[in-house]
């Protein structure tokens, strides 16, 4: 295939085959993973979605590590929460993006919720009870 000349005398790049490239170049970035905060501003402005769901996480840490299981992973769960809420309000979040909108807000989400149900379901004196859970336990255990 020869390269179709322009008016101009430039010529459009042929590829050769069209198969994926062997050495990937560049990668896209993430919708809404452009800066939070224009350049203008230090670098941790710029990541304050991602620094406030870090910083939450890091609170629910110290918790645990102070013997307040319990609270301190409802609070990483509430911080990655926040996360998805961060994700889907926020137009721009920095590096809190990772993927596609969707799928940040899911994963945030569904893990968000998994460590807060399983803090209110922890042994001993659960917070709240649910019985088909335990039904499935006491099936799958036996």
């Known amino acids: 295939m020869a390269a ?3 008016s101009d005398g ?3 790049p042929q590829r050769s085959s069209r198969r994926f490239p062997t050495l990937t170049r560049d990668t896209a970035r ?3 993973g452009g ?3 224009s350049g203008d501003y230090p670098a941790p402005a710029r ?4 620094l406030a769901v870090m910083g939450g996480v890091a609170v629910g840490l110290l918790l645990v590590a102070l013997d307040a299981f319990r609270i301190g992973a409802i609070v990483i769960g509430l911080a990655l929460l926040g996360g998805a809420v961060l994700r889907w309000a926020v137009p721009s979040v920095g590096m809190l993006a ?10 945030y989400g569904v893990l968000g919720f998994v460590i807060v ?7 001993p004196k659960p917070w709240i009870h649910i019985p088909f859970l335990d039904d499935i336990v006491h099936f799958t255990v036996r």
């Open 10 to 12: 430039a010529s459009e």
């Open 47 to 50: 990541q304050w979605p991602l």
């Open 98 to 107: 990772v993927r596609s909108r969707f799928t940040d807000m899911a994963t």
């Open 4 to 6: 179709e000349a322009h």
């Open 30 to 32: 993430p919708e809404g």
């Open 35 to 37: 800066r939070a905060a």
């Open 117 to 123: 149900m399983l803090a209110l379901m922890v042994q």
